[in-house]
T-cell receptor, first 114, second 114 residues
């Protein structure tokens, strides 16, 4: 069973640039959620995708966008990067949202915006 | 809206001592409750969860938690800790929609000293 993998592991970008983070779901999982974890804080829910459609969104501006592909892998895109976007971005996959199945987290992508 | 308060940001203990990490939540609806552990430079791993039934929940690595609805608490306990338990612990809540959109606390850093 392959777990959740995220790439890249680390990334440095300049304010105003755009970034794409990638996530491969655990085998058999069709739901993916993205979280932002700032230094010293708990993760904050960005959005969730289920069968390629957005299935809920947290309190993040539209410059945070996502995609889920037919193989259930996912991307998180952030435009017009700001210094406060520096954080660990975590992807988590799970089964059907109504199944109460646990989230399986990847190890995250550490984004630094300078 | 839901919120989670982890009452201690840091908890230092000696090896083989008991530990309790405190968590209180606020919600206008019934909820599911979770504890996750995060080791350095890793994602989150589920320790245990409360969905329904017995209020005492047993998890991995010898941890357990008790759901107290009247006190809106879900404290995590372990009778005897090991050096390897040193990590960040996060309490989280989600609503009963099965949406798995978690609201996390800010975390408690558990340090086990020899």
């Amino acid at each position: 069973e392959t777990g959740v993998t995220q790439s890249p592991t680390h990334l440095i970008k300049t304010r105003g640039q755009q970034v794409t983070l990638r996530c491969s779901s655990q085998s058999g999982h069709n739901t993916v959620s993205w979280y932002q974890q700032a230094l010293g804080q708990g993760p904050q829910f960005i959005f969730q995708y289920y069968r390629e459609e957005e299935n809920g969104r947290g309190n993040f501006p539209p410059r945070f966008s996502g995609l889920q592909f037919p193989n259930y892998s996912s991307e998180l895109n952030v435009n017009a990067l700001e210094l406060d976007d520096s954080a660990l971005y975590l992807c988590a996959s799970s089964l059907d949202p109504l199944s109460n199945s646990p989230l399986h987290f990847g190890n995250g992508t550490r984004l630094t915006v300078t | 809206a839901q919120s989670v308060t982890q009452l201690d940001s840091q908890v230092p203990v000696f090896e083989e001592a008991p530990v309790e990490l405190r968590c209180n939540y606020s919600s206008s609806v019934s909820v599911y409750l979770f504890w996750y552990v995060q080791y350095p430079n890793q994602g989150l791993q589920l320790l245990l969860k409360y969905l329904s039934g017995s209020t005492l929940v047993k998890g991995i690595n010898g941890f357990e938690a008790e759901f107290n609805k009247s006190q809106t608490s879900f404290h995590l306990r372990k009778p005897s800790v090991h050096i390897s338990d040193t990590a960040e612990y996060f309490c989280a809540v989600s609503d009963l929609g099965g949406s798995e959109k978690l609201v996390f606390g800010k975390g408690t850093k558990l340090t086990v000293n020899p």
